[in-house]
């Protein structure tokens, strides 16, 4: 388990494939055409099909539950906030920073990043989460 601290940042890549985007909308239900339908999405301002934000969003999920603060985490808040679209087949950067730790609640806050292969930022995820191992390390 990596030491948590403030300011402490954690560094991933992911890349959402159209296949996934289509399994996520059958999972959830979300089967908007600018997700799905390539034609239909062709026509929008994006030109493309964009990743649902909601599942552009698991993307921190692999950190949060292997790296920091690792299995057992729990979100128990988190805003998030959509600047540019995400789209398929294209590299992206997870940045993750700890903001702030609460020993007494083992809880911390992180802001949380995914940014284009421009690092331009395309989605900000600010969250709480809970582990009751973060400061036993």
């Not at 991933?12 to 289509?22: A, E, L, N, R, Y």
């Amino acid at each position: 388990m990596i030491k948590a601290e403030k300011g402490r940042v954690f560094e991933d890549s992911i890349t959402f494939t159209q296949k996934q985007v289509v399994q996520f909308a059958e999972l959830t239900g979300d089967s908007n055409p600018i997700h799905i339908d390539k034609d239909f999405a062709s026509k929008s301002e994006y030109g493309r099909t964009i990743v649902q934000g909601t599942f552009s969003v698991t993307a921190f999920s692999h950190i949060l539950t292997t790296v920091f603060p690792g299995p057992g985490s729990i979100v128990i808040h988190r805003e998030s906030l959509f600047v540019r679209p995400v789209f398929t087949d294209q590299p992206y950067k997870i940045l993750m920073k700890i903001l702030s730790l609460d020993e007494e609640s083992k809880t911390v806050i992180m802001k949380c990043y995914l940014k284009n292969r421009e690092n331009k930022i395309c989605v900000v995820v600010t969250l709480k989460l809970k582990n009751e191992n973060i400061f036993s390390q």
